[in-house]
């Protein structure tokens, strides 16, 4: 009789474990995926430390949606356009098993180029208007000193950016790029710090759009300690919990 209740009970407690991971493993594909911020490219936006839900029916499903890029599907079907200035989650064209979050700046047919630090979208500059300095003193050795500045762009949408210079590297001044079908020119908000489409990302394929970033659910920065629990508190960012992305 014991053996009988033991082996049900092991039959239970496997169903209860096979529902509970088919049901996390459908949001996960068609609702929401939560993501970590491991650099600092999409600052002042984003922040090291900080977690995030992106929703996986924002631009419709491709074989990216499912764990570990299933190609239960082919191209990308129920498809919505994105907008531009959209904060995705997408995977490196030239490694699919890496996961990168960049804004979106230029759409299919698009002109896209940098001229000494400014942004220009099919000829025109974007206009942009200079804010207080922006300091990160997180996760990193020794503090650094950025220009903050709000962007504007071609349909009104504003956002923050940061830049060390107008004359930092080659992503201060670019050749014009012309956005091809079905594609997407991706850049971050830390424009002097990040690996975009002006590098070696290139082009993002509709194919390889993940989601779109929604809100931050949770965030830390680097003072506590695992070790010690008394600064764990100090630690969280409470007032980024909840936050929109924009």
Do not use: C
Not at 119 to 126: A, F, T
Request: no cysteine.
């Amino acid at each position: 009789m014991a053996d009988t209740e033991t082996a049900e009970s092991w039959r239970e407690n496997l169903k209860t474990v096979f529902w509970a991971i088919l049901i996390a493993l459908i949001i996960r594909s068609f609702l929401l995926e939560p993501f970590r911020i491991p650099s600092g490219s999409m600052y002042p936006t984003l922040r090291v430390g900080d977690y995030l839900f992106v929703s996986k029916y924002s631009y419709g499903y491709s074989r990216y949606s499912f764990p570990a890029g299933l190609p239960l599907v082919k191209g990308r079907i129920w498809y919505s356009q994105p907008q531009r200035g959209d904060v995705v989650v997408f995977k490196f064209p030239k490694n699919p098993n890496t996961d990168f979050i960049k804004r979106i700046i230029g759409l299919p047919g698009d002109k896209v180029q940098v001229k000494e630090g400014r942004l220009y979208i099919n000829g025109e500059k974007m206009a942009r208007d200079e804010k207080e300095r922006y300091v990160i003193d997180e996760y990193v050795s020794v503090p650094e000193f950025y220009h903050q500045y709000e962007e504007t762009l071609p349909e009104g949408k504003k956002h923050r950016i940061i830049e060390i210079s107008d004359e930092e590297r080659i992503v201060d001044n670019t050749e014009e790029m012309t956005v091809p079908e079905d594609m997407f020119f991706m850049m971050g908000d830390n424009r002097d710090r990040s690996n975009d489409s002006r590098l070696s990302v290139g082009f993002v394929p509709k194919e390889n759009l993940v989601g779109k970033a929604k809100f931050i659910f949770f965030s830390h920065n680097d003072k506590g300690s695992l070790i010690k629990p008394w600064t764990w508190f100090d630690a969280i960012r409470w007032r980024r919990f909840f936050m929109g992305i924009e």
